[in-house]
């Protein structure tokens, strides 16, 4: 498998087309990924006015990781992070959605990404990073407790694939206090 350099980033606005389709690749191929984009019918101009909002909060972000194939650049890997959305909450972001495309995997991208989000979240003066993942995507959850995420509990039923009922988890890393 060859070895890319990829860049990790802020997504723009301008990356609206190709992120929209990266997602959708993405949660086509992933059973532990709920399919969001297809099952609400979130077209791209939605998806473009979601992405906007995200880029213009303080405590929110969409990160990106990049590959130049052929000297063309080219996403391969996204991960969305929604703060809380007021004052009692807002120091809290949540990592709603994260993938790689199958092809770069396992060469540090999720890592990479997760490195990005936190440092992004340190620079902002947030504290808490949390995520949901399923009990049976043992790669995410690997990669999650890798970046020093640590498992606060399970949520019960929480997830349902192919008509089963499925516990996950809840995980977070606590950034305040030199931590
Ligand atoms: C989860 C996912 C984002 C990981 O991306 P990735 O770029 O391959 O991750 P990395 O290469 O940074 O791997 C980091 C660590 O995670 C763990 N990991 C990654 N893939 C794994 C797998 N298939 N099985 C077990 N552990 C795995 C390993 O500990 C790995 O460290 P190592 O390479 O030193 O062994 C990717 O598999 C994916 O897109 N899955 C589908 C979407 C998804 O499930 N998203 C998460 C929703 S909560």
């Known amino acids: 498998m060859p070895h890319w350099n990829f860049t990790i980033r802020h997504a723009k606005l301008e990356d609206s087309g190709e992120l929209f389709d990266l997602v959708r690749a993405i949660e ?85 990404i997760l490195k990005f989000l936190e440092k992004w979240a340190r620079d902002a003066g947030l504290v808490r990073l949390d995520l949901n993942v399923a009990l049976g995507n043992k790669a995410a959850r690997e990669m999650y407790l890798k970046a020093g995420f640590e498992t606060e509990g399970v949520l019960r039923g929480a997830y349902q694939f192919n008509g089963s009922i499925q516990d996950g988890w809840i995980m977070s890393k606590i950034l305040a206090n030199g931590q």
Not at 51 to 72: C, F, K, M, Q, W
Request: aromatic residues 6%; charged residues 20%; negative net charge.
């Open 28 to 112: 086509d191929i992933s059973p532990y990924l709920l399919d969001e984009l297809r099952e609400m019918n979130l077209g791209r101009s939605a998806f473009t006015a979601r992405l906007g909002r995200l880029l213009a909060s303080p405590n929110s972000t969409v990160v990106v990781a990049e590959i130049a194939v052929h000297d063309t650049p080219r996403l391969c890997g996204y991960l969305f992070a929604v703060g809380g959305h007021i004052s009692g909450i807002s120091h809290c972001v949540r990592v709603n959605g994260m993938g790689v495309l199958p092809d770069f995997r396992h060469q540090g991208v999720g890592l990479d």
